[in-house]
């Protein structure tokens, strides 16, 4: 699927450019913003933030993904500390910018800052693009799998590592705590030992 006026949507889900996601639902927006936040989870779990009050601190983050349902109802203000953002701060977090309508309609109610959508130009989604949605949807499946079998994978990596730690293989050393020293102690008085 490409995009006419730069990035390809593949690109922007696994690159770190902040973007402008637009059309569907408010859950595919998510959704989308969630499978980028994937791609970084190494940088910390996705941040979405609904209101101005929130916006500065997860502007701060150096890495990650901030995710923004609706950027027109953070209004104008707001918007101007995103743009300083993108184009003042080398280390930023990544930002899923959503809003319901098109980019155009929003320009036009004057919702939406012109010089931020200007910053942005090359880095938008529509997801009521034709194929897109159900493309999407394939795709979220597949990842929805591989969060599956990784979860899965820990939680047997960690199993395994409880069920050795609870086996004693001879020659190992056992730490006794304070307690369990005096416990056998009292047990089993010690000999004198000779010179």
Not at 70 to 84: D, F, V
Not at 113 to 128: N, S
Not at 160 to 179: D, E, I, N, W, Y
């Amino acid at each position: 699927m490409l995009i006419p006026r730069g990035y390809r949507e593949e690109e922007l889900v696994t690159n770190r450019a902040s973007l402008l996601l637009y059309g569907g639902t408010e859950e595919e927006r998510r959704s989308w913003a969630q499978e980028a936040a994937y791609h970084f989870e190494h940088e910390g779990p996705l941040l979405e933030v609904r209101q101005p009050s929130e916006l500065a601190e997860a502007l701060k983050r150096p890495k990650g993904v901030v995710f923004i349902p609706e950027i027109s109802k953070l209004g104008l203000e707001a918007q101007g500390h995103i743009l300083r953002c993108l184009q003042t701060q080398e280390e930023r977090p990544k930002l899923v910018l959503g809003m319901t309508g098109s980019a155009e309609a929003a320009l036009e109610r004057g919702t939406l800052r012109e010089d931020l959508h200007y910053r942005l130009h090359q880095a938008q989604v529509d997801l009521g693009a034709p194929g897109l949605r159900e493309a999407l949807k394939k795709r979220w499946a597949v990842l929805a799998e591989q969060r599956a079998a990784k979860a899965a994978a820990e939680r047997e990596e960690a199993e395994r590592a409880r069920q050795a730690a609870l086996v004693r293989k001879p020659g190992t050393v056992t730490r006794l705590s304070p307690q369990q020293r005096k416990g056998q102690a009292k047990a089993a008085p010690r000999k004198a030992s000779r010179r």
